[in-house]
């Protein structure tokens, strides 16, 4: 099986270099299996029903999120109704939507598990390491491939949830930051892993958003109202190749020249 698993799409610029460049990454890859995270994808913050099924529509299988997944009012009206969309499963209990999902394809059943980390993030969350043990006991024997998006901000949290979950999750990718990270590795027990497969949209940005308006901010201390920012498109993802006990994984940025 192949996975290719999606970096934060940032608004209608991400939407239209998932539009430009994921026909030809899926013609050269072959992905069996596409996850993205849309927590971004309408406006820069938030998902909207219209955005979700724009997304859906270009062949994606799963749409994982974070900390901006209610930025949208109108999210509560479809989360509860759309399997594919998910939300970090160590939310409070009573939170709606879903944090995992078990999909079959090719005749493999796989579990796309969502989880955020607690450092940074300013959310009262459950453990996300004590929740992934905790979904992991009741799929374990129902499932044939296991996948984690774990969004967060911090690189060491990610990093150990990594060799945490090695030999138990196929794959680990982290999501929240925005900017790729060059450590994609097979891990001692066999889990893909990378700490973050960046972002799909602006290529001239800070994390998605026009440049001057965060410089203003750090210059002034002053509440900025961001906006997506335009122009050149750039592309990130991971592919994740299993085979057996075999495992592969390579990073794919693509840039508009």
Not at 83 to 94: C, G, M, S, V
Not at 172 to 187: K, N, P, R
Request: aromatic share 10%.
């Amino acid at each position: 099986m192949r996975f290719l698993c999606i970096g934060d799409i940032i608004g209608r610029t991400g939407r239209n270099a998932l539009k430009a460049f994921l026909p030809d990454v899926k013609e050269k890859y072959r992905p069996d299996f596409i996850i993205l995270n849309g927590e971004n994808a309408a406006g820069g913050f938030g998902i909207t029903k219209k955005v979700y099924d724009e997304i859906l529509s270009l062949g994606i299988d799963v749409v994982t999120s974070g900390n901006h997944i209610f930025d949208k009012k109108e999210i509560s009206q479809f989360i509860d109704q759309e399997e594919r969309l998910l939300r970090p499963a160590n939310y409070p209990p009573q939170a709606l939507g879903r944090g995992y999902g078990i999909y079959e394809k090719n005749g493999e059943k796989i579990a796309v598990i969502n989880l955020m980390g607690r450092a940074f993030m300013g959310i009262p969350l459950d453990c996300p390491f004590r929740k992934f043990d905790e979904i992991y006991e009741k799929i374990k024997d129902a499932v044939d491939y296991i996948i984690v998006d774990f969004h967060a901000e911090a690189t060491s949290e990610k990093t150990a949830f990594g060799f945490y979950t090695d030999g138990r999750a196929d794959i680990v990718f982290g999501t929240h930051s925005h900017v790729a990270t060059a450590d994609e590795m097979i891990l001692p027990k066999g889990t893909a892993y990378i700490t973050d497969v960046g972002l799909t949209g602006p290529k001239y940005s800070v994390i998605g958003m026009k440049i001057e308006e965060p410089i203003q901010k750090f210059l002034t201390g002053m509440p900025v109202k961001y906006e997506v920012a335009k122009g050149k498109m750039i592309f990130q993802a991971i592919l994740v190749e299993k085979e057996g006990e075999k495992a592969d994984i390579k990073r794919i940025k693509i840039e508009e020249e």
